[in-house]
């Protein structure tokens, strides 16, 4: 059976020329997670928003996260009890909920207990993002059990940095879906 993916973006959510929006408008298997406020998030009502979408999704899923949406999607993962149901996670530019220019309108977003989750996942950090450093994204990304990615000087891997429907990061996707793939088969 085919995965779905659900987007889930940061705060403000993704323009129009996000890669996550190019994603969503190229595939039908792209869906988002809709949210009450993009603009002034509340992690417990993000994680209920990523609960809903996942228990009505038509197929297993892929959760594809940015920014400020990664934090949620963990803080899902770690109270979830329905893992089962989602095959991978890849995470864009993870946030340090204690860094100089995390969002202050973002709430309930602390840095999370930094432990193994049962999903499978890639956690993809820039060189230069002034949101999280990449030594916070690695260590992240160890503590979960994801496989670790730097994609180089990207800032925050969004519109503004200019990776239009971001190929590259479809490519990490399409390995993190082959990856489940080989796991069902096996």
């Not at 959760?63 to 803080?75: K, R």
């Not at 670790?148 to 891997?157: E, S, T």
């Not at 990061?169 to 082959?178: F, N």
Request: charged residues 15%; negative net charge.
């Amino acid at each position: 059976m085919q995965t779905q993916v659900l987007t889930m973006p940061g705060i403000y959510g993704s323009g129009s020329q996000h890669w996550q929006t190019l994603w969503e408008a190229e595939d039908p298997q792209f869906k988002r997670i809709q949210v009450e406020d993009w603009d002034h998030p509340q992690c417990a009502a993000w994680v209920r928003s990523i609960d809903d979408a996942i228990a009505t999704a038509a197929a297993p899923v892929v959760l594809v996260a940015h920014s400020l949406g990664c934090l949620a999607v963990v803080a899902w993962a770690m109270q979830t009890r329905q893992p089962i149901r989602v095959h991978g996670m890849l995470l864009v530019s993870v946030p340090d909920p204690q860094g100089p220019n995390f969002p202050a309108d973002a709430k309930g977003f602390a840095r999370h207990e930094l432990r193994r989750i049962a999903i499978p996942g890639i956690v993809v950090s820039s060189d230069d993002d002034p949101y999280g450093a990449p030594a916070y994204a690695r260590e992240c990304a160890q503590a979960w059990g994801s496989r670790f990615v730097n994609a180089g000087a990207l800032g925050h891997i969004n519109a503004s940095s200019g990776v239009g429907n971001w190929p590259a990061g479809m490519r990490l996707l399409a390995s993190l879906r082959q990856a489940e793939q080989g796991v069902k088969a096996g």
